[in-house]
């Protein structure tokens, strides 16, 4: 259960924001992970979340969630930042050929496991919202939360989280 509604003074409500992203600090790193492949990249995004975060943390209701306010945040963030960076990598040319394998939210290497790359590569292809769905679903986060952190309807989130479990059979089959 959450805290009561913010309303505190400066230093105080900023401790409560650093211990609460403190206890929390797995989903800034794994939202990252899930959403950037280089290292310095990953970095930026966490970052960005956490100073979005920040911002954003007056308006946080304490009477709900941490972890459902922060995820939506995060993913939004993140969502945005592989946007741009989308839009870079189509205007820029690399300065060289090495690629950068993505490490997992679960922190397990990719080559360790042919299935799990695979999974990583499926994942990396996806748009902003399936991989936000995915990644949630993969932490097991009930429909319901699934659907108050993205705003969707657990219907949707149903229908979407089952496209995609056939869209992975499908992919795995073919490779």
Known sequence: MGQQPLAMDTASRSQQFHELLKRHRKIVFKVAHSY????????????????????????????????????????????????????REQHSVPLDEEHHDTIGATGVQPESDERVRLLHRFIAQLDGLNRALLLLYLDEKTYREIAEILGITETNVATKIGRLKQRIRNDMADT
Do not use: C, K
């Open 36 to 87: 950037s492949r280089h290292p310095d990249d990953r970095a930026d995004l966490a970052q960005e979340i956490a100073a979005q975060l920040w911002r954003a943390f007056p308006a946080y209701d304490g009477r709900r969630p941490f972890s459902t306010w922060m995820y939506r945040i995060a993913l939004n963030v993140a969502i945005s930042f592989l946007r741009n960076h989308r839009h």
